[in-house]
């Protein structure tokens, strides 16, 4: 399988790459991404072959199938990376909450989101080829709060890789920042940004593009890749688990061979989604994806009314920080595969020069073919947190954004999968509150959710409050670059 570039190419990069190569240097012509000439077929008789497979098995064949260039060996091994996962024969459980409704927890791995499943085999495959190759690499990670704890944790010890990991200063949890700054491993550098995630995002952008920084590190024998969604290492894994929802739903009897499902989909960097729609252009049954925002609502906009417009907003820091993103990454792998290349650069230059896109009226009803849109705003989250405690299910803020997705966007009555895509003990002072007892900080506010219902904390969680903080540094925007040469 080859993979091209979303805005073309520009004569001097090949015209298209192996998935190696695609990983390991992720940025394409004209600031660009990668993505695959074709996607494999998931038709009726892969699913049958699946119905009583292991989650591992199925992904092993998926990849296969898409005909990457890695080693079978090394990607069994990748995958053995499932067997730390709360239960290692279903990574990804299903739960009921409502009659026709499903919530799927992609949260089960070692950060308690839904990050680690695909970077737990995706930075053991990224590790193994640099060793393999004896090639040394800078792995840069932005972060809105699960990225980054995801990515320190694949890469730690790694032979071959360092990391550079942003966030936003105040613009995580307390949980979520605690996982960076306490993680000592000494191939890891945390920086702390002032700013949001959005800057944090632009600098890794501008720097995964740019030859100068490229050559700056080729001078201490240094590669540059990133452990975001911009790397197709990242996407390739986030189209299994909707195959497994899918066997799953079937598995318990919720659906028939063949039935659609709708998908709900908490959205920020829209790596997730652009997961649920290759899965549904490769023939998985999905009726529609539903995309739930918070505030930061720029994607539904671009959902509802095709408009992606960032001069009258500023990122609002919200409950649901992992979404506090504006510039969203994958919208460009949606538009290309709908639009084409051409159309795409188009659209993304004028995203950067004038700051706002908007879709013709043909090209919006091509993207409502796929999708749908709404949004929720912290309150209302808190409801829902609050609606489905009563049931005796606890949710995080960000699953709870699906709910008014859930109620308000299907136009059939087919059932439904809600990616819950954080445990709520990285967001437990607001689950408490949402219970009607707020407390000032995480250990109050874990140990009364705990008391009073019927969750647990894992042992990593509780183990932050008594790790000591490695990470410290928190810098300007401009220092960025400097922060990461110091460490080199
Ligand atoms: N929501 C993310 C932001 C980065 O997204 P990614 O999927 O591109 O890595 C986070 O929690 O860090």
Redesign the pocket.
């Given at each position: 399988m080859q993979f091209i570039e979303t805005r073309g190419n520009d004569g001097i990069k090949p015209s298209s790459v192996t998935f190696s190569e695609a990983i390991l240097s992720p940025s394409a012509s004209f600031g660009g991404l990668y993505v695959p000439v074709q996607l494999p077929t998931i038709d009726t008789a892969f699913l049958e072959k699946h119905l009583n497979s292991h989650y591992k098995t199925l992904a092993l064949d998926f990849l296969t199938t898409f005909g990457i260039d890695i080693e079978e060996d090394v990607l069994q091994a990748a995958l053995d990376r499932y067997d730390g996962f709360d239960d290692p024969k279903n990574p990804v459980p299903l739960s009921e909450i409502e009659e026709d409704c499903c919530v799927a927890e992609l949260y089960h791995g070692p950060t308690r989101?839904f990050?680690d499943m695909a970077l737990q085999p995706f930075g053991y495959i990224l590790a193994k080829l640099a060793q393999k190759r004896d090639e040394n690499y800078l792995i840069m990670?932005?972060?809105?709060?699960?990225?980054?704890p995801a990515t320190l944790e694949t890469f730690k010890n790694q032979d071959n890789v360092k990391v550079a990991c942003l966030y936003p200063d105040g613009g995580t949890s307390d949980v979520q920042r605690l996982q960076m700054v306490t993680e000592d491993a000494p191939n890891l550098k945390v920086i702390g940004v002032k700013g949001n995630?959005d800057d944090t995002?632009q600098t890794l952008k501008e720097l995964l593009a740019s030859e100068d920084f490229k050559a700056e590190l080729q001078t201490r024998n240094i590669k540059l890749s990133a452990?975001?969604?911009?790397n197709f290492g990242?996407i390739i894994f986030q189209v299994i688990y909707h195959i497994h929802s899918y066997l799953e739903m079937m598995r318990s009897g919720k659906i028939s061979m063949g039935e659609k499902i709708y998908l709900v989909v908490p959205s920020?960097?829209f790596?997730n989604a652009l997961g649920g729609y290759y899965a549904k252009k490769a023939g998985l049954p999905i009726e529609k994806i539903l995309i739930s925002s918070n505030v930061n609502n720029i994607l539904t906009d671009w959902i509802n009314k095709g408009e992606y417009d960032l001069n009258d907003r500023e990122l609002v820091l919200t409950e649901s920080p992992?979404?506090d993103?504006l510039k969203s990454?994958n919208i460009e792998r949606i538009m290309f595969d709908k639009f084409g290349a051409a159309r795409t650069r188009e659209l993304m230059e004028n995203l950067a020069s004038e700051g706002r896109f908007k879709l013709a009226a043909e090209e919006l009803a091509k993207l409502q073919e796929d999708f749908a849109a709404s949004y929720s705003d912290d309150t209302e989250c808190e409801k829902e947190i609050a609606k489905y405690a009563q049931k005796g299910y606890i949710m995080d803020p960000h699953t709870a954004t699906c709910m008014k997705a859930y109620e308000t966007l299907r136009e059939k009555a087919l059932p439904t999968v809600i990616y819950s895509t954080a445990e709520w003990t990285k967001f437990s002072p607001t689950v408490a509150k949402s219970l009607g007892h707020p407390v000032d900080g995480d250990i109050e506010a874990l140990q009364w959710v705990t008391e009073n219902t019927n969750v647990s904390v894992p042992p990593m969680i509780h183990a932050l409050f008594h790790k000591p903080i490695v990470h410290t540094v928190v810098v300007e925007k401009d220092a960025i670059k400097g922060e990461m040469l110091n460490f080199l």
């Open positions: 989101a990050k990670a932005a972060t809105s709060g699960d990225t980054g995630f995002q452990a975001n969604s911009v990242r920020g960097n790596g992992a979404m993103i990454s």
